[in-house]
Structure formats: structure tokens, C-alpha cells
């Protein structure tokens, strides 16, 4: 993936409070506590996965850690993933999507891959009727040396809403 060392810049913070628990409750509030301070967000180096297209670019990566306790949870989960911005050119426009990559839970089945990413910029299209997709959201999944591509979006053609999707299986175009 493009990294070659691996030095964690590691800090924490402890509440003042952390030990005026009684000790039948301590062992988890502790656990709390620590999960609810969990914040890493480590640089990375430009990244580059094995069969991707040269003409997409993974820049400003970071890998991320956290621990939020979600609505309706009384525990809290630890992920873990990469984020960052994936630089790509679709009909020879440059476009930014912001992606994330996310680990797999410990212990559970090994799946490919799986990146997401959404834009706020728009696509333009000069076809036999020019029109602009919004709200693109990208879908790529690693398969064996390929990937697999998917793009949703939203566009106006004869001022109707129509929603646009279009698909790449690893060996092309489809």
C-alpha cells in the first residue's frame, strides 16, 4: 500500500476522575472512559492498491481510530479505516471524491475491499444532450487484481429528475 514504516505518534488523555471509582465498576468505567478518548488519525503517504487504475490517485490519506458510543448503544465499538481524497479523471474531468475504507471487524470473515466515496462537484456531459451529474457517490470493490467500479448520481434531462448509474466489472466496461 505505500507505506514502509510504522512509528505510531501515540498520546491520550485520562480524566482527573478515572480511579474514584468503586472497584466492582471500575474495570468497565475504565474501559469507557479510555474508548471514549480513542482518537487516532495517523498520515499516511499517497496510496496505492494493487490493480488500481494509474489515473486514480489516493492523496491526503489518514488512518483512523475511534470509539463512539452509538444512539441507541450502550457500549461502544472500536473502528478502525483509512479516509482521505481519491483523485480521479471520468470523461477527461478532474473530480475529488472524499472516500473512507473500512476495516473489517476481528474475527469476522475476510471480505474484499471496499472503498466509498461521495462529491460535491458536478460532471459535465456534451453528449447528444448536454447534462451534469450531482450527487455522485462512488462504490469500488477489489476483486482478485481488478476492481470492480460503481456511480450513482442525480441529473435533469427535458427538466425531469432521472437518477444515473453506471457500472465497471474488473475486466471493463459493462
Do not use: C
Not at 491520550?12 to 480513542?38: E, G, R, V
Not at 471480505?111 to 447528444?128: E, H, M, V, Y
Not at 447534462?131 to 462512488?138: E, K
Not at 432521472?162 to 474488473?170: F, H, K, L, M
Amino acid at each position: 500500500m505505500g507505506v514502509k514504516s510504522a512509528i505510531l505518534p501515540l498520546n491520550a488523555i485520562f480524566p482527573p476522575n478515572l480511579f474514584q471509582y468503586d472497584l466492582k465498576s471500575a474495570a468497565a468505567n475504565i474501559k469507557d472512559q479510555l474508548l471514549a478518548n480513542l482518537h487516532l488519525n495517523l498520515n499516511l503517504p499517497t496510496l496505492r492498491f494493487t490493480g488500481m487504475p494509474s489515473a486514480i490517485a489516493l492523496k491526503n490519506a489518514s488512518f483512523k481510530v475511534t470509539a463512539p458510543k452509538l444512539q441507541g448503544q450502550s457500549t461502544r465499538e472500536i473502528y478502525a479505516g483509512i479516509t482521505g481524497t481519491l483523485e480521479a479523471k471520468i470523461s477527461n474531468q478532474p473530480l475529488d471524491f472524499n472516500f473512507y475504507i473500512l476495516a473489517e471487524k476481528p474475527g469476522s470473515e475476510p471480505k474484499p475491499i471496499t472503498l466509498r466515496g461521495d462529491t460535491k462537484s458536478s460532471l459535465n456531459f456534451a453528449s447528444f444532450r448536454a447534462f451534469t451529474l450531482n450527487g455522485l457517490n462512488l462504490i469500488a470493490e477489489k476483486s482478485g487484481n481488478g476492481w470492480s467500479v460503481s456511480l450513482d448520481a442525480q441529473s435533469k434531462l427535458n427538466n425531469k429528475d432521472i437518477d444515473v448509474s453506471a457500472s465497471v466489472p474488473p475486466a471493463g466496461p459493462s
